[in-house]
């Protein structure tokens, strides 16, 4: 699930909403030791924060990046998105109405999510760009786990979210990934163990 791509300065860090704030801390760290003069944060209520964060994933992360020290005039908000075409799609619109244009982007998410983010944010974007690389906070799987992100609740998005690697880009939504046979198989013992495990 994820790309480890190595990153460089880029214009703008671009920062898919989530219900983990960590992403928003890692954001502001990058944007803190140089790796881009501009931060969007996207997102409104999405499946894991409608009902439980008491505003838009986008505000409270903005917030999280300027108690880290990011000066408010250098961050965006766009928080209508719900899901993560939306994220792209009305960031492309809100930085169009901001008149703003940026060639090349760092994508932020939790580190399940990296493969997905950047599918996504190639098939969807839809103004010119010339490079885009995509990160997520560093850690081991087991270390990821908190009292309100735990491992069921990560578990069930990461199946979820490799279902969607597989059958979104013949929807249009994200770009072709290769899916090698052993992932394949992992991906349908665990299927199989998850459901047992609940019978």
């Known amino acids: 699930m994820q790309l480890n791509q190595p990153i460089e300065a880029a214009d ?3 920062v898919l909403g989530s219900n983990d ?3 928003a801390e890692y954001a502001a ?3 803190l030791q140089g790796f881009a003069k501009k931060i969007v944060f996207s997102g409104g209520f999405g499946r894991l924060t409608e009902g439980v964060f008491e505003q838009p994933e986008a505000d ?3 917030d999280i990046a ?3 020290g990011v000066p408010a005039e250098d ?3 766009e928080n209508k998105s719900t899901n993560s075409g939306e994220n792209i799609l009305f960031t492309a619109k809100r930085l169009s109405d901001l008149s703003l244009h940026f060639d090349s982007f760092i994508l932020v998410q939790k580190p399940y999510m990296e493969r997905r983010a950047f599918a996504t944010f190639q098939k969807q974007w839809p103004l010119p760009f010339k490079r885009v690389s995509v990160t997520s906070t560093k850690a081991s799987f087991f270390d990821y786990f908190t009292q309100d992100i735990d491992l069921y609740m990560v578990l069930e998005a990461m199946l979820g979210d490799f279902e969607r690697i597989k059958s979104y880009p013949k929807l249009g939504f994200q770009v072709e990934q290769e899916i090698p046979s052993n992932v394949e198989a992992a991906y349908c013992a665990l299927t199989t163990s998850l459901v047992t495990s609940q019978v």
Request: charged share 20%; proline share 6%.
């Open 21 to 23: 704030p960590r992403v």
């Open 75 to 77: 961050i965006i908000i």
């Open 60 to 62: 409270f992360f903005a």
């Open 29 to 31: 760290e990058l944007y």
């Open 66 to 68: 300027k108690d880290a």
């Open 12 to 14: 703008c860090l671009f």
